[in-house]
T-cell receptor
């Protein structure tokens, strides 16, 4: 069974500071991994994905994530936070190559950016 | 490509009433998913269609819930005899391959 753990339900950074949101996964097969962002009362927007190609993945809005198999991690980073980055971020795992269906999400990390 | 759309965006109903939600996926996507998200939690998988076939259902999908995708295009999710515990955001997503694209969701409040 697949699962995701997001360490830290709330992260607060200053504008211009490094953003680091942590995600660890569990999967019985090589996983596909995703980061989504959700603004209040909206759906989820895809930030980036890992699908067994390059381990360092670049996404939209300056975000990137690195897949580390040995650590079962897929942490999200951004060098310099912007006020508009304040939102909830979800990490998700899919066993696409076997089941081809469901995403399993973490519980989310609420990012606050202070001026 | 107008993205995934959901209707209605908000629904308030009384306990015991039936409600139906609609999802229109991105036009070339053959896979359609429903998720439920409660406050402060990540989305939880409910069910999945490939074309018109419902291929997987979560244990969360009790017998009061039914989903259809009759012509392999739009989908409906019906909740019968709603309970206060059904209050949540219901999200629809579609995909062609592994990447799912989400709609804006339908927020349900059961009084």
């Amino acid at each position: 069974a697949q699962s995701v753990t997001q360490l830290g339900s709330h992260v607060s950074v200053s504008e211009g500071a490094l953003v680091l949101l942590r995600c660890n996964y569990s999967s019985s097969v090589p996983p596909y991994l995703f980061w989504y962002v959700q603004y209040p009362n909206q759906g989820l927007q895809l930030l980036l994905k890992y699908t067994s190609a390059a381990t360092l993945v670049k996404g939209i809005n300056g975000f990137e994530a690195e897949f580390k198999k040995s650590e079962t991690s897929f942490h999200l980073t951004k060098p310099s936070a912007h006020m508009s980055d304040a939102a909830e971020y979800f990490c998700a795992v899919s066993e696409w190559e076997t089941s081809g269906s469901r995403l399993t999400f973490g519980e989310g990390t609420q990012l606050t950016v202070n001026p | 490509d107008t993205g995934v759309s959901q209707d209605p965006r908000h629904k308030i109903t009384k306990r015991g009433q039936n409600v139906t939600f609609r999802c229109d996926p991105i036009s070339e996507h053959n896979r359609l998913y429903w998720y439920r998200q409660t406050l402060g939690q990540g989305p939880e998988f409910l069910t999945y269609f490939q074309n018109e076939a419902q291929l997987e259902k979560s244990r969360l999908l009790s017998d009061r819930f039914s989903a259809e995708r009759p012509k392999g295009s739009f989908s409906t999710l019906e909740i019968q005899r709603t309970e206060q515990g059904d209050s949540a955001m219901y999200l629809c997503a579609s995909s062609y391959k592994e990447t799912q694209y989400f709609g804006p969701g339908t927020r349900l409040l059961v009084l």
